[in-house]
Protein backbone atom coordinates (compact mmCIF):
# COMPACT_ATOMS: atom_id res chain seq x y z
CA UNK A 1 0.00 0.00 0.00
CA UNK A 2 1.48 3.24 -0.75
CA UNK A 3 2.06 6.29 1.47
CA UNK A 4 -0.38 8.25 0.03
CA UNK A 5 -3.39 5.28 0.07
CA UNK A 6 -1.81 4.90 4.22
CA UNK A 7 -2.18 8.86 4.45
CA UNK A 8 -5.74 8.61 3.37
CA UNK A 9 -6.62 5.64 5.91
CA UNK A 10 -5.24 7.48 8.31
CA UNK A 11 -7.69 10.51 7.58
CA UNK A 12 -10.45 8.32 7.21
CA UNK A 13 -10.16 6.57 10.51
CA UNK A 14 -9.81 10.14 12.04
CA UNK A 15 -13.06 11.30 10.26
CA UNK A 16 -14.80 8.06 11.78
CA UNK A 17 -13.19 8.67 15.07
CA UNK A 18 -14.90 12.19 15.55
CA UNK A 19 -18.02 11.14 14.13
CA UNK A 20 -18.48 8.94 16.80
CA UNK A 21 -17.26 11.51 19.53
CA UNK A 22 -19.79 13.92 17.81
CA UNK A 23 -22.50 11.31 18.44
CA UNK A 24 -21.65 10.51 22.14
CA UNK A 25 -21.39 14.07 23.12
CA UNK A 26 -24.27 15.02 21.37
CA UNK A 27 -26.52 12.25 22.54
CA UNK A 28 -25.53 12.90 26.12
CA UNK A 29 -26.22 16.37 26.44
CA UNK A 30 -29.55 16.04 24.48
CA UNK A 31 -28.72 18.72 21.93
CA UNK A 32 -28.67 19.71 18.53
CA UNK A 33 -26.10 20.39 15.40
CA UNK A 34 -25.02 16.95 14.62
CA UNK A 35 -25.98 17.26 11.05
CA UNK A 36 -24.35 20.79 10.69
CA UNK A 37 -21.49 19.06 12.92
CA UNK A 38 -20.86 16.14 10.78
CA UNK A 39 -20.74 17.95 7.22
CA UNK A 40 -17.35 19.46 8.24
CA UNK A 41 -15.36 16.55 9.56
CA UNK A 42 -13.25 16.13 6.76
CA UNK A 43 -12.82 19.55 6.55
CA UNK A 44 -11.22 19.90 9.84
CA UNK A 45 -9.48 16.91 9.47
CA UNK A 46 -7.50 17.93 6.23
CA UNK A 47 -6.97 20.91 8.46
CA UNK A 48 -5.82 20.55 11.74
CA UNK A 49 -3.61 17.29 10.17
CA UNK A 50 -2.28 18.32 7.11
CA UNK A 51 -2.44 22.26 6.73
CA UNK A 52 -2.29 24.13 9.68
CA UNK A 53 0.88 25.55 11.57
CA UNK A 54 0.07 24.86 14.59
CA UNK A 55 1.74 22.68 17.79
CA UNK A 56 -0.69 21.61 20.79
CA UNK A 57 2.37 22.22 23.01
CA UNK A 58 2.56 26.18 21.81
CA UNK A 59 -0.30 27.55 20.87
CA UNK A 60 0.48 31.12 21.86
CA UNK A 61 3.62 31.10 19.11
CA UNK A 62 2.70 34.31 17.51
CA UNK A 63 3.25 32.98 13.86
CA UNK A 64 0.92 29.70 14.10
CA UNK A 65 -1.72 29.55 11.66
CA UNK A 66 -5.43 30.14 13.14
CA UNK A 67 -8.56 28.76 12.53
CA UNK A 68 -12.06 30.27 12.91
CA UNK A 69 -15.45 28.24 12.74
CA UNK A 70 -17.69 30.92 11.86
CA UNK A 71 -20.36 28.65 11.69
CA UNK A 72 -20.44 27.90 15.81
CA UNK A 73 -23.09 25.44 16.40
CA UNK A 74 -20.80 22.65 14.25
CA UNK A 75 -18.32 23.28 17.52
CA UNK A 76 -18.52 19.49 18.64
CA UNK A 77 -16.58 18.60 15.58
CA UNK A 78 -13.82 21.28 16.30
CA UNK A 79 -13.76 19.71 20.33
CA UNK A 80 -13.63 16.36 19.12
CA UNK A 81 -10.93 17.22 16.38
CA UNK A 82 -8.83 19.22 19.16
CA UNK A 83 -8.62 16.13 21.08
CA UNK A 84 -7.96 14.07 18.34
CA UNK A 85 -4.97 16.93 17.96
CA UNK A 86 -3.76 16.68 21.17
CA UNK A 87 -4.70 20.03 22.57
CA UNK A 88 -6.96 18.28 25.65
CA UNK A 89 -7.52 15.12 27.06
CA UNK A 90 -10.89 13.45 26.42
CA UNK A 91 -12.80 13.50 29.94
CA UNK A 92 -13.50 17.34 28.14
CA UNK A 93 -15.56 16.32 25.76
CA UNK A 94 -17.73 13.93 28.63
CA UNK A 95 -18.31 17.78 29.35
CA UNK A 96 -20.27 19.06 26.31
CA UNK A 97 -23.25 21.37 26.65
CA UNK A 98 -24.33 20.01 30.28
CA UNK A 99 -24.80 22.15 33.36
CA UNK A 100 -21.17 22.64 35.19
CA UNK A 101 -19.25 21.50 31.75
CA UNK A 102 -16.33 23.14 29.98
CA UNK A 103 -17.54 23.23 26.26
CA UNK A 104 -20.55 25.37 25.45
CA UNK A 105 -22.46 24.63 22.25
CA UNK A 106 -20.69 27.85 20.97
CA UNK A 107 -17.56 28.56 21.17
CA UNK A 108 -15.73 30.33 24.41
CA UNK A 109 -12.39 30.84 24.09
CA UNK A 110 -11.70 31.19 27.54
CA UNK A 111 -13.12 27.80 28.74
CA UNK A 112 -10.34 25.56 26.97
CA UNK A 113 -7.17 25.81 24.93
CA UNK A 114 -7.13 25.66 20.74
CA UNK A 115 -10.25 27.89 20.28
CA UNK A 116 -8.94 31.35 19.15
CA UNK A 117 -11.93 33.71 19.52
CA UNK A 118 -15.51 32.78 21.28
CA UNK A 119 -18.13 32.82 18.35
CA UNK A 120 -22.22 32.30 17.96
CA UNK A 121 -23.77 35.01 15.81
CA UNK A 122 -23.51 34.03 12.85
CA UNK A 123 -21.55 36.18 10.23
CA UNK A 124 -18.94 37.36 13.03
CA UNK A 125 -16.21 34.89 12.73
CA UNK A 126 -15.58 35.63 9.15
CA UNK A 127 -15.00 39.42 10.32
CA UNK A 128 -12.94 38.26 13.07
CA UNK A 129 -10.74 35.89 10.79
CA UNK A 130 -10.43 39.11 8.36
CA UNK A 131 -9.28 40.92 11.49
CA UNK A 132 -6.76 39.01 12.20
CA UNK A 133 -5.35 38.36 8.08
CA UNK A 134 -5.24 42.50 8.08
CA UNK A 135 -3.31 42.65 11.69
CA UNK A 136 -0.67 39.77 10.32
CA UNK A 137 -0.60 41.79 6.52
CA UNK A 138 -0.01 44.43 8.84
CA UNK A 139 3.09 43.37 11.12
CA UNK A 140 4.62 40.96 8.85
CA UNK A 141 3.33 38.13 10.36
CA UNK A 142 3.46 34.82 8.09
CA UNK A 143 0.83 33.33 10.16
CA UNK A 144 -2.14 32.21 7.56
CA UNK A 145 -6.17 32.43 8.43
CA UNK A 146 -8.51 29.91 7.98
CA UNK A 147 -12.30 30.23 8.06
CA UNK A 148 -15.15 28.16 7.92
CA UNK A 149 -18.84 29.54 7.13
CA UNK A 150 -22.04 28.22 6.25
CA UNK A 151 -24.49 28.47 3.39
CA UNK A 152 -27.00 29.84 5.57
CA UNK A 153 -24.37 32.34 7.22
CA UNK A 154 -24.26 34.03 3.61
CA UNK A 155 -27.43 35.29 3.91
CA UNK A 156 -25.47 37.58 6.60
CA UNK A 157 -24.61 40.91 4.83
CA UNK A 158 -21.56 40.87 7.27
CA UNK A 159 -20.17 38.09 4.97
CA UNK A 160 -20.36 40.58 2.09
CA UNK A 161 -18.76 43.49 3.56
CA UNK A 162 -16.07 41.14 4.66
CA UNK A 163 -15.59 39.46 1.03
CA UNK A 164 -15.42 43.09 -0.61
CA UNK A 165 -12.44 44.17 2.28
CA UNK A 166 -10.54 41.46 1.87
CA UNK A 167 -10.50 41.22 -2.08
CA UNK A 168 -9.48 45.14 -1.72
CA UNK A 169 -6.82 44.81 0.70
CA UNK A 170 -5.64 41.11 -1.33
CA UNK A 171 -5.16 39.58 1.83
CA UNK A 172 -3.52 36.41 0.33
CA UNK A 173 -3.17 35.86 3.62
CA UNK A 174 -6.57 34.77 3.92
CA UNK A 175 -8.89 31.32 3.18
CA UNK A 176 -12.58 31.17 3.76
CA UNK A 177 -13.68 27.59 3.51
CA UNK A 178 -17.83 27.34 2.36
CA UNK A 179 -19.43 24.08 3.91
CA UNK A 180 -22.13 23.76 1.13
CA UNK A 181 -24.39 21.41 2.54
CA UNK A 182 -27.46 23.04 0.97
CA UNK A 183 -29.65 23.10 4.26
CA UNK A 184 -30.30 25.36 7.04
CA UNK A 185 -32.32 25.95 10.13
CA UNK A 186 -35.77 26.35 8.38
CA UNK A 187 -35.25 24.75 4.96
CA UNK A 188 -33.41 24.48 1.69
CA UNK A 189 -30.19 27.06 1.47
CA UNK A 190 -31.23 28.28 -2.05
CA UNK A 191 -35.11 28.42 -1.01
CA UNK A 192 -34.43 30.22 1.85
CA UNK A 193 -32.42 32.81 -0.29
CA UNK A 194 -31.37 31.98 -3.47
CA UNK A 195 -27.52 32.42 -3.90
CA UNK A 196 -26.87 31.23 -7.01
CA UNK A 197 -24.60 30.99 -8.84
CA UNK A 198 -22.34 30.72 -5.67
CA UNK A 199 -19.10 30.73 -6.89
CA UNK A 200 -19.28 33.11 -9.77
CA UNK A 201 -20.72 36.06 -6.85
CA UNK A 202 -17.31 35.36 -5.06
CA UNK A 203 -15.34 35.80 -8.45
CA UNK A 204 -17.27 39.08 -8.40
CA UNK A 205 -16.39 40.14 -5.09
CA UNK A 206 -12.96 39.79 -5.95
CA UNK A 207 -11.63 36.25 -4.71
CA UNK A 208 -10.39 32.98 -6.00
CA UNK A 209 -12.39 29.95 -5.85
CA UNK A 210 -12.30 26.53 -5.89
CA UNK A 211 -15.07 24.17 -5.61
CA UNK A 212 -14.51 20.38 -3.99
CA UNK A 213 -16.03 17.55 -2.64
CA UNK A 214 -15.93 18.83 0.89
CA UNK A 215 -15.61 14.90 2.08
CA UNK A 216 -12.65 14.47 -0.27
CA UNK A 217 -8.97 14.54 1.79
CA UNK A 218 -7.65 14.82 -1.88
CA UNK A 219 -9.78 17.47 -3.24
CA UNK A 220 -9.40 19.09 0.15
CA UNK A 221 -5.44 19.86 0.50
CA UNK A 222 -5.19 20.16 -3.28
CA UNK A 223 -7.55 23.42 -2.93
CA UNK A 224 -5.75 23.96 0.41
CA UNK A 225 -2.46 24.16 -1.25
CA UNK A 226 -3.01 26.06 -4.52
CA UNK A 227 -1.36 29.68 -4.23
CA UNK A 228 -2.89 32.58 -4.28
CA UNK A 229 -2.76 36.24 -4.50
CA UNK A 230 -6.07 37.16 -3.34
CA UNK A 231 -8.04 35.74 -0.52
CA UNK A 232 -9.43 32.19 -1.18
CA UNK A 233 -12.41 30.71 -0.93
CA UNK A 234 -12.84 26.97 -1.19
CA UNK A 235 -16.75 26.11 -1.64
CA UNK A 236 -17.22 22.50 -0.12
CA UNK A 237 -19.87 20.29 -1.38
CA UNK A 238 -20.97 19.12 1.51
CA UNK A 239 -23.17 16.59 2.78
CA UNK A 240 -25.49 17.43 5.98
CA UNK A 241 -25.32 14.83 8.64
CA UNK A 242 -22.75 13.14 6.57
CA UNK A 243 -21.90 9.70 7.74
CA UNK A 244 -24.69 8.34 9.48
CA UNK A 245 -27.70 7.31 6.50
CA UNK A 246 -30.48 8.34 8.42
CA UNK A 247 -28.90 11.98 8.94
CA UNK A 248 -28.09 12.41 5.39
CA UNK A 249 -29.40 15.51 3.82
CA UNK A 250 -32.16 15.47 6.67
CA UNK A 251 -33.23 19.38 7.49
CA UNK A 252 -34.32 17.89 11.43
CA UNK A 253 -31.36 16.79 11.83
CA UNK A 254 -30.17 20.60 12.26
CA UNK A 255 -32.15 20.65 15.55
CA UNK A 256 -32.72 17.34 16.87
CA UNK A 257 -31.19 14.73 18.96
CA UNK A 258 -30.61 11.26 18.52
CA UNK A 259 -32.78 8.60 20.63
CA UNK A 260 -31.77 5.60 22.45
CA UNK A 261 -32.38 3.74 18.89
CA UNK A 262 -30.99 6.24 16.27
CA UNK A 263 -28.24 6.30 19.00
CA UNK A 264 -27.34 2.73 18.27
CA UNK A 265 -28.00 2.73 14.79
CA UNK A 266 -25.57 5.19 14.09
CA UNK A 267 -23.19 3.86 16.55
CA UNK A 268 -23.41 0.56 14.46
CA UNK A 269 -22.93 2.48 11.41
CA UNK A 270 -20.13 4.09 12.14
CA UNK A 271 -18.27 1.29 13.34
CA UNK A 272 -18.45 1.80 16.85
CA UNK A 273 -19.90 -1.68 18.23
Not at 40 to 59: A, G, Q, R
Request: net charge negative; with cysteine; proline share 3%.
Amino acid sequence: MSMENNMSNELMELSRKIRLHVLDMVTYSKTSHIGAAYSIVEILVTLYFKILNIDPSDLKNETRDKFILSKAHGSAALYATLFEKGIFPKEFLQKYCIDGGILPAHLDKTNIPGIEFSLGSLGHGFSVGLGMAISNQQSGNNGKIYVIIGDGECNEGSIWEGAMLASHLKLSNFTAILDYNKLQSFGRTNDVINQEPFSERWRAFGWDVIEVDGHNFNQLEEAFLLQHKKPKIIIAHTIKGKGVSFMEDRLEWHYKSPNDDEFLIAKKELGGC
